[in-house]
């Protein structure tokens, strides 16, 4: 099921064939955005914990394909993250680095709208580490501001957020 669609990639749900293709993002030891690398099993829960998260919150991350090839390059979605005692909802994504940040820009540019109209929130967050230039650049063209500085769980983040627009 095909979650969003730009014009180069699609956000569909994740099923356990996508196991094989999410190892190369997860695995990778230089990706920033995760706190260390993932093995077979440790994607495979991944995958399962993010279709769960479909079924108790309507949200997850969902896998990422180039709509040229149908190549699974990493994930994108919004998850519910307790953040200091509060439940936030976050844009996140994790993309293979040889692509850089460019494959996910509008996705991640079209989600906080499809988040505000569908979720009741009126904030949407980003956990981002102070070293990962790429997703901060995203962060920001996409209208985040760097909200607050926090350890999460053991690193230490940027929280970039963005407010709900108010209604014209």
């Given at each position: 099921?095909?979650?969003?669609?730009?014009?180069?990639?699609q956000l569909r749900e994740f099923t356990p064939e996508d196991?094989?293709?999410?190892?190369?993002?997860?695995?990778?030891?230089?990706?920033?955005?995760i706190t260390a690398p993932y093995d077979r099993a440790g994607v495979e829960?991944?995958?399962?914990?993010?279709?769960?998260r479909?079924?108790?919150?309507?949200?997850?991350?969902?896998?990422?394909?180039?709509?040229?090839t149908n190549e699974l390059v990493g994930d994108c979605g919004i998850i519910c993250q307790q953040v200091e005692g509060e439940y936030l909802y976050e844009i996140g994504y994790h993309l293979r680095r040889d692509l850089g940040p460019r494959p996910c820009h509008?996705?991640?540019?079209?989600?906080?709208r499809m988040a505000?109209?569908?979720?009741?929130?009126?904030?949407?967050?980003s956990l981002i580490r102070p070293e990962n230039l790429p997703s901060r650049g995203?962060?920001?063209r996409n209208g985040m501001t760097v909200w607050k500085?926090?350890?999460?769980?053991?690193?230490?983040?940027?929280?970039?957020?963005?407010?709900?627009?108010?209604?014209p």
């Open positions: 099921m095909t979650i969003l669609e730009t014009a180069r990639i196991a094989d293709a999410l190892v190369r993002v997860l695995s990778d030891p230089k990706l920033c955005a829960h991944w995958i399962e914990r993010n279709r769960q479909y079924q108790d919150d309507g949200v997850g991350l969902w896998a990422m394909e180039l709509k040229k509008r996705s991640r540019h079209r989600l906080p505000f109209a569908h979720l009741k929130t009126e904030r949407l967050i995203v962060a920001e500085e926090i350890n999460w769980p053991e690193f230490t983040h940027y929280v970039y957020s963005v407010e709900k627009p108010s209604a």
